[in-house]
């Protein structure tokens, strides 16, 4: 009995198309995946976080505890210090989640400094955030400031005596000097749970100053 050919066969010229749109669909699909659930990478640019990260690094952020959180249908909060990427509001205003369209500096890299409840004051250059475990006050960055050369600097420029909102976080840049970290500090206000991109992880380049966080 004489066997039919097989639709590859018999069109080869599509069955080409057909495989070569399945290999592209199939690297969207992979890429789209990775991007929401797992990591995203991101360029630095200004030198709000010197001298840990610097203008025109790449980082990568680590998207997993956030897809993790939001399976179970909670917010992720981040680690005390933990470097974060996060949607900008656009307009100075962070108070909404809804998505944004047109916004320059969409993504803003910052460092976690206090949670929901706490109160941050800063005065005459010293940073120091007060909660329940802590009535007299602490050192955010005590354990974050590796050296002078890695970690937020020392010098601190304003002036603020806050709480943290509800489902908010404050965060810093780590070049506090003057105007050049815009943050919670001085006009940026608090970031809503919900803008979190994720936690940095790692830079990856340069090469030359690859690392973990």
């Known amino acids: 009995m004489e066997q039919k050919p097989s639709f590859g066969q018999k069109y080869p010229a599509l069955k080409d198309i057909l495989s070569f749109l399945t290999f592209v669909g199939a690297v969207a699909l992979g890429t789209f995946i990775l991007n929401s659930f797992i990591f995203r990478s991101y360029n630095v640019i200004g030198g709000s976080m010197e001298n840990t990260l610097h203008s025109g690094d790449r980082v990568i952020v680590n998207r997993i505890p956030v897809?993790?959180?939001?399976?179970?249908?909670?917010?992720?909060?981040p680690e005390r210090g933990q470097i974060i990427v996060f949607a900008n509001g656009g307009s100075g205003s962070l108070t909404n989640c809804e998505p944004l369209d047109g916004v320059l500096d969409q993504y803003i890299i910052k460092r976690v400094i206090a949670f929901p409840g706490e109160r941050v004051m800063l005065e005459n250059g010293v940073l120091t955030v007060y909660n329940d475990e802590h009535p007299e006050g602490f050192d955010p960055d005590e354990e974050t400031r590796k050296s002078d050369t890695d970690g937020p600097k020392k010098r601190i420029s304003g002036s603020i005596n806050t709480i943290v909102p509800e489902g908010e976080l404050?965060?810093?840049?780590?070049?506090?000097?003057?105007?050049?970290?815009y943050d919670s500090r001085n006009g940026l206000g608090t970031v809503p749970f919900c803008r979190v991109v994720g936690p940095v992880a790692s830079r990856i380049f340069p090469l030359t100053g690859f690392r973990f966080f």
Do not use: T
């Open 67 to 77: 897809s993790l959180a939001h399976l179970n249908e909670r917010e992720y909060i």
């Open 170 to 181: 404050f965060v810093s840049g780590d070049n506090r000097e003057g105007s050049n970290s």
